[in-house]
């Protein structure tokens, strides 16, 4: 794993003790909320959440019935959401540019507020939809690039000041762009809710591989 990688890792091993604190925390665990509502889980499925942070999504996918995968490059994230009992044996520490799953294995797959630190954005989608079941769902949430928010948060907060120049957010028709060179069909990308100001700086991805 690149240089680049290990510095995020870094940064989120940091982050991971207190990753839930304060009003930061609590907006975060609210959309990865509703970015799951959105996949509507069922009973028996198996549902991957990339860059799964401490594990709070792979829990609520558990709490729906389903099988939660949860993958990450942090090992302090990792180490977090293993103190949850129904997560054994299913957290894995790796890089989203290379899965370390089989192709078709994941009936749906969850990635909230993480795309931005992958290093290669498109090889990261290429991946998604490789081992997504053909017709399984995407749903992801990322920072928007044009809205003032995202870019501030992003551009200013955890470029400047963290030093993590590598982080990229994207406007809404890139992402369909995007989207459609990975593969994609059927594809949604929307602004979050227009009166949640840190919502609207956020997209809500749909789509079917
Ligand atoms: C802001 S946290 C989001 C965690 C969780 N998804 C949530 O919504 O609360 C971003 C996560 O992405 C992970 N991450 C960053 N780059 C990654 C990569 N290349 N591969 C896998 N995970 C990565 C970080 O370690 C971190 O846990």
Not at 159 to 182: D, K, Q, T
Not at 186 to 197: A, D, H, K, M, Y
Request: charged share 20%; hydrophobic share 40%.
């Amino acid at each position: 794993m690149g240089d680049e990688l290990h510095k995020h890792g870094r940064f989120f091993d940091g982050w991971s003790r207190f990753y839930r604190a304060g009003p930061i925390g609590w907006q975060l665990r609210r959309v990865q909320r509703r970015a799951l509502e959105r996949l509507h889980l069922a009973p028996g499925e198996r549902v991957l959440d990339l860059g799964c942070g401490p594990g709070d999504g792979c829990a609520l996918i558990a709490r729906a019935g389903a099988t939660a995968i949860g993958l990450d490059y942090s090992p302090g994230m990792i180490g977090q959401a293993r103190a949850e009992p129904a997560l054994t044996g299913r957290l894995t520490r790796g890089d989203a540019g290379h899965l370390p799953f089989a192709d078709a294995s994941f009936d749906k797959l969850v990635c909230t507020n993480s795309f931005h630190h992958y290093p290669h954005h498109l090889a990261a989608l290429r991946e998604m939809h490789r081992v997504l079941k053909p017709g399984g769902l995407l749903g992801l949430v990322d920072p928007r690039r044009d809205h003032l928010f995202g870019w501030a948060a992003i551009d200013l907060v955890e470029n400047a000041l963290f030093g993590l120049e590598e982080v990229r957010i994207f406007s809404v028709p890139h992402w369909y762009r995007m989207l459609g060179e990975a593969g994609f069909t059927l594809i949604r990308v929307e602004p979050g809710s227009r009166w949640n100001p840190a919502e609207r700086a956020l997209v809500f991805v749909q789509a079917t591989a």
